[in-house]
């Protein structure tokens, strides 16, 4: 047995939630929180089938109350069980840490609401013999989220350009707009098929139809523009560490012109390293 099991725990406030998120990104199965006492069991659990082919990370931290008398003797067993077990503690200065409290306007675990400095000196000093027992240590106080997520890429020994998952959807602004578009693009300027008879039917998954909406001089030029903006943005989208986009395709009912260009672009679609997903949110309707 040769499961890898990241232990992510540190200061609050020092990016732990920011690492874990990477780690699920990358394939982790990632658990906040849990009981020290549940880890064995759990760990077992998803060796029988819950997860069987993933790599674990939990986050354990001082919300975990009894963690840091009981932490030496779990994770002595789950080593004897034959798991890989890396500790990742993060910190920062104590004045970085006010900051981020600040700005958030969250409760530090350990302080009151008028004593935030205190419960960061208690911490820190509860958490000095795990400090000591890390794999690594990593401090945040001058990463940002990107450079955060490129370190912990590279601890995991990972490639910094990491899949992009862009979901290509068409829609009807007579039912609105889709709320989770990142770009959304309005073709309601070109020639509508819905006023050609024999069109009107049809939808832009059948050739006939299509090739009217594509032949166009304008959409044309529009897909040559689209094209080159989306060549350029979406290598940028992957180096700022985006996992998902949507980019929305709008004409007034979501039948003809936006599922016809959606559908050709998903057919070529050059950008390596991108997962293509295509959903044709009101085709059906009208």
Do not use: W
Request: with cysteine.
């Amino acid at each position: 047995m040769s499961r890898r099991l990241l232990i992510i725990t540190g200061l609050s406030g020092s990016g732990k939630s920011t690492a874990a998120r990477v780690l699920e990104d990358q394939g982790f199965f990632v658990v906040d929180n849990l009981p020290l006492v549940m880890l064995p069991d759990f760990m077992q659990r998803a060796q029988e089938g819950l997860n069987p082919n993933a790599d674990v990370a939990v986050v354990i931290d001082v919300r975990n109350r009894g963690f840091l008398s009981d932490y030496k003797k779990t994770f002595a067993r789950l080593e004897g069980a034959g798991y890989r077990l890396e500790i990742l503690f993060f910190e920062a200065a104590d004045a970085v840490l006010q900051r981020r409290y600040s700005e958030t306007r969250r409760l530090h675990p350990l302080a009151t609401i008028d004593a935030l400095q205190s419960g960061i000196e208690r911490e820190r000093q509860q958490l000095h013999p795990l400090r000591d027992s890390a794999t690594k240590i990593i401090d945040t106080g001058n990463l940002n989220s990107r450079q955060l997520r490129e370190l912990m890429l590279d601890f995991l020994g990972e490639k910094h350009d990491s899949l992009l998952i862009v979901n290509l959807e068409s829609f009807g602004y007579r039912y609105g707009l889709p709320p989770a578009a990142d770009l959304v693009f309005d073709v309601r300027f070109l020639p509508n098929p819905h006023y050609i008879d024999e069109l009107r039917p049809l939808t832009g998954l059948v050739p006939e139809l299509r090739e009217y909406v594509l032949s166009q001089p304008a959409c044309r030029d529009f897909l040559q523009h689209l094209d080159r903006l989306l060549g350029f943005l979406l290598p940028h989208y992957r180096a700022e560490g985006k996992s998902y986009l949507t980019v929305a395709i709008g004409c007034t009912g979501g039948r003809h012109r936006s599922v016809s260009i959606v559908e050709d672009l998903s057919g070529r679609f050059p950008e390596p390293g991108v997962i293509l997903r295509v959903n044709h949110r009101d085709i059906d309707k009208g």
